[in-house]
């Protein structure tokens, strides 16, 4: 049944995919698409609080673009409205201007480059061993991709604490 339901190898092509799989703790009966960040979830390279801040961020990079970035759930902050007279485009700027304000140039690229990559083809898309390449400027396959690791780790740390996903360390004084 579930050769039935697989995703064509076109769309296999698109990205990186969670097969169907039911046990104890997983009850995924279908295909799931998995962009960078939730590769990175999986692999345990990231927290879930950094998953949905980069959720967060691809949402507010296309919405300043004017694309429907709503979502479906209603458990979800409704900033997709508008609010007091201004446009959903202009809300997801102000957050994109935040997130610019808090992170490091380098870490900024690297969250556009890979927001870039939702709607690529598998082919198309620039990966973390890649993007550690050209923003670190390593050679080596294991410094580029430390790099780029700890860069996008840091990056998603910030927009956590910034957008309300994880809560502020507190500093010991001593």
Known sequence: ?????????????????????????????AYRRLDTFQV???????????????QDFIRHYFGVQRRDVRLSTEAIRQIDTTDGGFPAWQLHGAKLHEAREALTQDEYTAMEILAENEGRT????????????????????????????????GALERLAILWGHKAKPHRMVG
């Open 1 to 29: 049944m579930t050769d039935d339901l697989k995703p064509t190898p076109e769309t296999l092509d698109k990205g990186t995919f969670d097969t169907p799989q039911i046990d104890a703790r997983t009850n995924r009966k």
């Open 40 to 54: 990175l979830l999986r692999d345990g390279k990231i927290e879930r609080a950094h998953n949905e801040a980069a």
């Open 122 to 153: 598998r082919d198309d898309q620039i990966s973390i061993l890649q993007l550690g390449h050209t923003l670190s400027g390593y050679k080596k396959r294991e410094a580029a991709m430390g790099y780029a690791v700890r860069l996008v780790e």
